[in-house]
Each structure stands twice: as structure tokens, then as C-alpha cells.
Antibody, heavy 120, light 108 residues
Framework: ELQLVQSGPEVKKPGESLRISCKGSGYSFTSYWITWVRQMPGKGLEWMGRIGRSDSYTTYSPSFQGHVSMSTDKSSSTAYLQWSSLRASDTAMYYC?????????????WGQGTTVTVSS | DIVLTQSPGTLSLSPGERATLSCRAS???????LVWYQQKAGQAPRLLIYGIFSRATGTPDRFSGSGSGTDFTLTINNVEPEDFAVYYCQQCSDSQWTFGQGTKVEIK
């Protein structure tokens, strides 16, 4: 089955590190890019960045550059989103979505989302 | 970065009516790099329209996209009960992608 399955909900304290995952199945993972999207409680969608066929093919939104890092493990068809030091303002739902390099086609498969709660 | 402004913020309609959602860009969106997504409460977004005009797999033909340059429209003819949701436009025109803030289509 064609799908992206994300890791489960996380509850962390400010300053802690975190890595969430997004595992693709039912398609050729290396033929697609992965974009990460944040949705804060009750708010809209925010584009965080995308990662392509290798970790060097990564573009971050200025709003997230330096605070998160994206990576992939092609051998396990998994993409990761990582924080080294969480803030309370990172509390949100995070989605991964796949797309081809030509953005014209949009993001056609989405993960179910990972809820991250950061609270002291 | 290209800023996308969607209007109205909320659209109150009765089933069977037509919905017209606007997405205006702060600068011209090149080529056909404008996409629409639908998000229902508690669900992940779903691709609705890509390349301004093209319906994604599974999108009913009552949904249509139009526009060019800086002004884009999503039209829903004969709104069905399952269409009540939030709709987002997204541009992929330059290296920094952005979403609009969303339009909520609610039952009147």
C-alpha cells in the first residue's frame, strides 16, 4: 500500500532533543522528495523545507533554518526531522508529504502527522 | 518570499451552492506552480488541484482551479456535505514554498 507512516506522539521538555520519522512504503522512495509541514494548534499549514535524493539536496524555510535538520535513510525508506534543542513554541503537529522534483504535481501522499508537545 | 493571501477567511454556504475561494500572490507565480489542498478536521491535508487546473486522482469534477500570474481561484460547484473543510493554496514557484493562511468552508 502506498503510504507514509509517521512516528508516534512525543512529549518533551524545553531544551531536549528529538527526532521524528516518516517511513515510505509502496513506492520507490528514492524517486521522490519529502517535504515537512508544521501546523500549530488551531493554525494553518507552514512549509518547513524539503529534502531530495540525498541529504545535500535540502532546502529550509528561513523560519526554520538552523533550528531543525532534515535527513533521510534510503536503506529504510525513512525521512527524519530533528531538533537539538526544543522550545515550547515547537508544540505542533508535523506532517511529512512526498512529491516529485517538479513541484507542479503537488504533494500527493501525506503522513498521518506526529504531534509534538513541548512543556516544562 | 512569495506571500499568498486567501479570501475570504470563512465562507458560509448551504449544500448545493457554489463556493469561490481566492488566492492572491504577492508576486507572479511562475508557470503553473500553484496547488490546492483540502484539510478536514483531525485529518492530514489532501491534494486537490495541481498545476493551477489539474484535478488530482480522486478529486470530484465539481472542483475546478483557474487563474494565472498573481490571482487564482478554486471553485466548488454544488457544494456537497463532505466538502466542508479548510482549503489551502500553495505556491512552488521559487525555492521557498509557501502556503496561504486557509479558507474555511462551513455549513450555513
Amino acid at each position: 500500500e502506498l503510504q507514509l507512516v509517521q512516528s508516534g506522539p512525543e512529549v518533551k521538555k524545553p531544551g531536549e532533543s528529538l527526532r521524528i520519522s516518516c517511513k515510505g512504503s509502496g513506492y520507490s522512495f528514492t524517486s521522490y522528495w519529502i517535504t515537512w509541514v508544521r501546523q500549530m494548534p488551531g493554525k494553518g499549514l507552514e512549509w518547513m523545507g524539503r529534502i531530495g535524493r540525498s541529504d545535500s539536496y535540502t532546502t529550509y524555510s528561513p523560519s526554520f533554518q538552523g533550528h531543525v535538520s532534515m535527513s533521510t535513510d534510503k536503506s529504510s525508506s525513512t525521512a527524519y526531522l530533528q531538533w537539538s534543542s526544543l522550545r515550547a513554541s515547537d508544540t505542533a503537529m508535523y506532517y511529512c508529504a512526498r512529491h516529485v522534483e517538479d513541484a507542479y504535481y503537488g504533494m500527493d501522499v501525506w503522513g498521518q502527522g506526529t504531534t509534538v508537545t513541548v512543556s516544562s | 518570499d512569495i506571500v499568498l493571501t486567501q479570501s475570504p477567511g470563512t465562507l458560509s454556504l448551504s449544500p448545493g451552492e457554489r463556493a469561490t475561494l481566492s488566492c492572491r500572490a504577492s508576486q507572479s507565480v511562475s508557470s503553473t506552480s500553484l496547488v490546492w489542498y483540502q484539510q478536514k478536521a483531525g485529518q492530514a491535508p489532501r491534494l486537490l488541484i495541481y498545476g493551477i487546473f489539474s484535478r488530482a486522482t480522486g478529486t470530484p469534477d465539481r472542483f475546478s482551479g483557474s487563474g494565472s500570474g498573481t490571482d487564482f481561484t478554486l471553485t466548488i460547484n454544488n457544494v456537497e456535505p463532505e466538502d466542508f473543510a479548510v482549503y489551502y493554496c500553495q505556491q512552488c514557484s521559487d525555492s521557498q514554498w509557501t502556503f496561504g493562511q486557509g479558507t474555511k468552508v462551513e455549513i450555513k
